[in-house]
């Protein structure tokens, strides 16, 4: 059986790490309000669910085994996240005067599933940590299946809690000049991480 005790919170840790996709969730909260920021940061639900799903049927083990293949994934990865940190970074000005600019949702989603799917370190994550909590007496897909759900619904309440910080932050500071400072934030780490990804070794 699984150690739900254990599993639960060391899960949701992980959901709440400060990553490209919360940040990104927090920005947007921050800047266009509390509805468009939490449809947007469902974008990656799709994007997990697939991860999860190829980490089932052992993807994660061949990008292990293929060198080649986890540098090709990690690089195109991290030069999607150096991009959007650029924009973000070059644009922090006109995003802060008109907070509406690129605000459709589907824009917002797209962004957020590109940039978890684009991430092989997720497929990472789930291949090191999901095994940990097997029980080996049972069967491993049903586990592994109830793990991955489990995963989804404390991403959810991770997303919901960056936009809820996010949007609290917009709603006490009003200075236009903050929101530049805190695009340019949220730009660095989005090209911190991507040039993180792009040195990494493992």
Same mark, same amino acid.
């Given at each position: ?5 254990? +599993? ?39 994007? +997990? ?5 190829? %980490? ?11 060198? %080649? ?10 030069? *999607?996240?150096? *991009? ?14 008109? #907070?509406? /600019? ?7 989603? #797209? ?15 789930? %291949?090191?940590?999901?095994?940990? +909590? ?25 997303? =919901?809690? *960056?936009? &809820? ?5 917009? %709603? ?11 695009? #340019?934030? &949220?730009?660095?780490?989005?090209? =911190? ?5 792009? /040195?990494? #070794?493992?």
């Amino acid at each position: 059986m699984i150690a739900w005790s254990i +599993f639960i919170p060391a899960c949701f840790a992980l959901n709440c790490a400060p990553g490209p996709n919360n940040m990104l969730a927090f920005s947007n909260a921050a800047r266009l309000g509390l509805v468009p920021a939490l449809l947007g940061g469902l974008g990656r639900m799709p994007a +997990f669910m697939l991860l999860i799903g190829v %980490t089932i049927v052992g993807l994660g083990a061949v990008l292990a085994a293929s060198a %080649t293949a986890f540098i090709i994934v990690k690089m195109l990865g991290a030069a *999607y996240l150096i *991009y959007v940190g650029i924009q973000f970074w070059r644009k922090a000005r006109e995003l802060a005067a008109a #907070r509406s /600019l690129d605000s459709a949702i589907g824009t917002l989603m #797209r962004r957020d599933f590109v940039i978890a799917i684009s991430n092989p370190k997720a497929i990472a994550v789930f %291949t090191a940590f999901f095994p940990q +909590f097997i029980d080996a007496s049972q069967p491993a897909w049903s586990q592994l299946a109830a793990m991955g759900g489990v995963f989804l619904a404390l991403e959810v309440a991770a997303v =919901a809690l *960056y936009v &809820v910080g996010g949007v609290l932050l917009g %709603t006490m500071l009003k200075s236009e000049r903050i929101f530049v400072h805190l695009n #340019r934030l &949220v730009g660095a780490v989005l090209i =911190a991480s991507g040039g993180t990804m792009v /040195l990494s #070794r493992g």
